[in-house]
């Protein structure tokens, strides 16, 4: 049995995976203590688990975020992604150092599994005054931005005028690191007035490379290939869905045994503000196919703001292991786990998201052929219905995908992320 600390920032789509981690390594017989923020508590300790609050700009809710009237001034884009990364994820490393610190004093033998933007194990890594853990593993559940002369975190980028494709890249990867310049130094300074005495690599870099090892939950082939990625990432496959035992059927499951496809949509559970973006699209793009279309709407169905379709049912909630093995399509606005978790049950992925990191997972599903990215975040009813038809037809991305499916299989990212924490 070993003592683990598992930390995450307060963010429900950092923290999922993590406490999902968690759960299961409480399982096998270590002792966690989970690190988050305070608004979580009920639901780590509801799973069993030791629970320690963060505090300062470190314990915010997320759920508000968005609502900042400083943020609300900014354009989208560059100012507003530093301002975001800023205040989500390097403001709060003072008191993420803090309590980690507090942790290991009181009990040196302890491991610290976290997120990679959770930063507390920055401080003491780059020479800070301090207690590191026995080991560190740093999880990350989103598309790899590290940079590599063989790709950036959109995918290759075409070669210049002199056909030099690994100089390509390295400049659109000095781009990106330079767009986020005022958040490196925003944290550059927070880590020297801790102490450290060590440079910092380039921001999204380091978070990866400085950890003892990194688990990305992906598999090759989804992922961007990397041939001078660091020994120390590991891409581990994906930690099972959530089973959620009190979910009961909805009347008209049923009918999802019937011969006619089924396709799925979401916006997930937080970009489901304006159902208009894609869910709506969908079902009256699909009104008059031949299918049946599942809706998950992460939110009530009365937001609709149409009359649903008489193919078409929809749900507040429907857990991914019971839905995507009925599935023919899924239609999604990118996030990755959700994708992956398609791909993983052999479901093709039509992808239609244009924020956060929306983008990048759909570059990674149409460069490795396993479905059709729109290039939009609110596509026409059309622009869904020509995507779907092609990919019900489509037999050399249903095989890629087939394919891909069997490499999920072969990882089990719990075994394989407990054997990187004991090393």
């Not at 990679?116 to 005054?129: C, I, K, S």
């Not at 009104?287 to 169905?301: F, H, I, M, N, S």
């Not at 990048?360 to 779907?388: F, K, N, Y």
């Amino acid at each position: 049995m070993a003592k683990i600390i598992v930390a995450a920032p307060p963010i429900t789509g950092e923290l999922t995976p993590l406490l999902q981690l968690a759960g299961g390594l409480s399982g096998r017989g270590h002792h966690i203590t989970m690190v988050t923020g305070s608004r979580f508590r009920a639901v780590v300790e509801s799973a069993g688990l030791a629970f320690t609050p963060v505090a300062g700009p470190a314990d915010f809710d997320d759920r508000l975020f968005g609502a900042d009237p400083e943020r609300a001034k900014l354009a989208p884009g560059p100012e507003m992604i530093n301002y975001d990364w800023a205040h989500a994820f390097v403001n709060p490393v003072p008191d993420l150092h803090s309590v980690l610190q507090r942790l290991l004093e009181q009990d040196p033998d302890q491991y610290l599994v976290c997120n990679t933007l959770w930063l507390g194990a920055l401080p003491v890594a780059l020479g800070a005054p301090g207690r590191r853990p026995r080991r560190w593993v740093a999880v990350t559940a989103v598309p790899l931005p590290l940079s590599s002369d063989d790709t950036t975190f959109f995918g290759p980028v075409p070669a210049g005028p002199d056909g030099d494709q690994k100089a390509a890249n390295r400049a659109a990867n000095a781009q990106f690191a330079g767009m986020l310049q005022p958040t490196q130094d925003r944290l550059v300074a927070l880590l020297e007035s801790l102490g450290a005495t060590r440079d910092l690599p380039t921001f999204v870099d380091g978070i990866f490379t400085i950890p003892d090892a990194t688990a990305a939950l992906a598999v090759p082939g989804v992922e961007f290939a990397r041939g001078d990625a660091p020994a120390s990432l590991h891409l581990v496959g994906l930690l099972p869905g959530s089973t959620n035992p009190g979910w009961q059927p909805p009347a008209w499951w049923a009918e999802l045994d019937a011969s006619r496809p089924v396709v799925v949509v979401t916006q997930g559970t937080l970009a489901n503000r304006d159902l208009s973006e894609l869910v709506e699209p969908a079902l009256v793009g699909l009104a008059d196919r031949d299918v049946t279309v599942v809706a998950a709407l992460g939110r009530e169905p009365g937001a609709l703001s149409i009359s649903v379709p008489a193919n078409a049912r929809v749900a507040e909630f429907i857990p991914f292991s019971a839905i995507l093995p009925k599935a023919s399509v899924y239609i999604t606005n990118g996030g990755y786990g959700g994708t992956q978790q398609a791909l993983a049950a052999g479901v093709p992925v039509i992808v239609a998201g244009v924020t956060e990191d929306k983008p990048a997972v759909a570059a990674r599903i149409a460069h490795h052929g396993l479905g059709i990215s729109l290039q939009t975040g609110t596509p026409t009813p059309e622009a869904v219905a020509d995507a779907t038809g092609s990919l019900l037809k489509d037999a050399t991305i249903r095989d890629n995908v087939a394919k891909i499916a069997q490499v999920y299989a072969a990882h089990n990212a719990l075994d394989e992320i407990e054997r990187l924490i004991l090393g």
